[in-house]
């Protein structure tokens, strides 16, 4: 069975590729969920960076609250909640080369595809040796071709 239509979703591979030392800015926005007038808080959790959180509000995010943004003291964090009908406004700078996981930590939500990726300065990431693909008896099974 197929869910009903979201207008507040979009359709794509979820891989965003940014520039290695680039500012990013992410904007959270938290709208419905799959039924009329329901809307969860949300706990994000971007891997391999802390961010500064610059600022939340109610409602759509505009351009204008731009103008509120705490940009003296911000806190630095790895998860940020996103209120019901609001929106978080987060920075950070891309200067950790690899492909890190930005997701909502309620795990049903990231299954259900509150999730991304974002790769930078993937081109820095030297290769991986096979010691390091060892671990554990798996890692062994793999490494030796033995079907213990």
Same mark, same amino acid.
């Given at each position: ?8 979703? %979009? %359709?794509?591979?979820?891989? +965003?590729?940014?520039?290695? +030392? ?19 808080? /949300? =706990?994000?959790? @971007?891997?391999? /960076? ?5 600022? +939340? ?16 003291? =911000?806190? +630095? ?6 209120? =019901?009908?609001?929106?978080?406004? @987060? ?16 795990? =049903? /939500? ?39």
């Amino acid at each position: 069975m197929k869910p009903p239509r979201n207008p507040n979703t %979009t %359709t794509g591979n979820g891989v +965003y590729m940014l520039g290695y +030392y680039s500012t990013v800015d992410v904007i959270l926005q938290n709208a419905n969920v799959l039924a009329e007038n329901v809307s969860e808080t /949300h =706990p994000w959790h @971007l891997h391999g /960076h802390d961010f500064w959180v610059l600022g +939340y509000g109610e409602g759509r995010f505009t351009e204008a609250d731009e103008k509120k943004f705490n940009m003296k003291n =911000p806190p +630095y964090r790895n998860t940020a909640v996103i209120f =019901p009908y609001g929106w978080t406004a @987060l920075r950070f700078v891309a200067d950790n080369p690899g492909v890190w996981a930005f997701h909502c930590h309620i795990e =049903p /939500h990231l299954h259900m595809g509150m999730g991304v990726v974002l790769a930078e300065g993937v081109q820095r990431v030297p290769k991986i040796p096979n010691e390091a693909l060892s671990c554990g008896l798996t890692g062994k099974k793999f490494m030796t071709g033995n079907n213990f």
